[in-house]
């Protein structure tokens, strides 16, 4: 039977199945719209994620609400999440067994939303939803379907804060997937 939201929460709240939940302040679950077309996946919390206890709200999240809104979908209509709940110390990529410890949660979100697109943040959401040989730069901007599910790469806003250049492709990237959300109406 599926866990519902309260319990994944509940789960969420009590993990410590690695060490990061030593050192937080906050878990961060996820938020939006539950039943969301739209699910977006990114690598873990930041330092503003961590003291608020959302996803996606320091620079980079203020960036992909803009990016968000550019393709007419707010915040609330979609739901953001990340590979892992907890913030790795100074922004590290996660470990691999730190992201193995928290993938089940990510599944029981992808279960729970349902989705119809997927768009990864970056090369962390990528590897532990597409394979360990996900390239950012090689993979971004080509759909995968798997399951049912158009999974679109791009890279992670924090990416686009360091190399504007980046943004053209991101652009493309998003337009991809709002022609995708029309074709799967
Ligand atoms: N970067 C991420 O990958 N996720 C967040 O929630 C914030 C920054």
Same mark, same amino acid.
């Given at each position: 039977?599926?866990?519902? $939201?309260?319990?994944? /929460? =509940?789960?969420?709240? @009590?993990?410590?199945?690695?060490?990061?939940?030593?050192?937080?302040?906050?878990?961060?679950? !996820?938020? @939006?719209?539950?039943? &969301?077309?739209?699910?977006?996946?990114?690598?873990?919390?930041?330092?503003?994620?961590?003291?608020? !206890?959302?996803?996606?709200? @320091?620079?980079? !999240?203020?960036?992909?609400?803009?990016?968000?809104?550019?393709?007419?979908?707010?915040?609330?209509?979609?739901?953001?999440? /990340?590979?892992?709940?907890? =913030?790795? *110390?100074? /922004?590290?990529?996660?470990?691999?067994?730190?992201?193995? &410890?928290?993938?089940?949660?990510? =599944?029981?979100?992808?279960?729970?939303?349902? *989705?119809?697109?997927?768009?990864?943040?970056?090369?962390? &959401?990528?590897?532990?939803?597409? !394979?360990?040989?996900?390239?950012?730069?090689?993979?971004?901007?080509?759909?995968?379907?798997?399951?049912?599910? $158009?999974?679109?790469?791009?890279?992670? *806003?924090?990416?686009?804060?360091?190399?504007?250049?980046?943004?053209?492709?991101? $652009?493309?990237?998003?337009?991809?997937? =709002?022609?995708?959300?029309?074709?799967?109406?």
């Amino acid at each position: 039977m599926e866990i519902s $939201w309260d319990e994944l /929460n =509940r789960q969420i709240a @009590g993990c410590q199945n690695c060490a990061l939940c030593r050192q937080i302040h906050h878990k961060v679950p !996820g938020q @939006g719209n539950p039943q &969301a077309r739209l699910m977006l996946i990114g690598e873990g919390p930041g330092r503003d994620e961590d003291e608020q !206890g959302l996803a996606f709200v @320091g620079r980079a !999240g203020q960036l992909l609400t803009r990016m968000l809104a550019a393709i007419g979908l707010s915040r609330e209509e979609v739901y953001i999440c /990340n590979v892992v709940k907890c =913030r790795p *110390p100074d /922004n590290r990529t996660p470990l691999p067994e730190e992201a193995a &410890a928290c993938l089940p949660f990510l =599944r029981m979100q992808f279960a729970l939303v349902r *989705p119809k697109v997927i768009l990864l943040l970056g090369a962390t &959401a990528g590897r532990y939803t597409l !394979g360990e040989d996900f390239r950012v730069t090689r993979d971004r901007g080509h759909f995968v379907q798997k399951g049912g599910v $158009w999974f679109m790469p791009t890279y992670h *806003p924090a990416a686009l804060l360091r190399d504007e250049a980046k943004k053209r492709d991101a $652009w493309e990237d998003l337009k991809a997937v =709002r022609e995708k959300l029309k074709e799967t109406e």
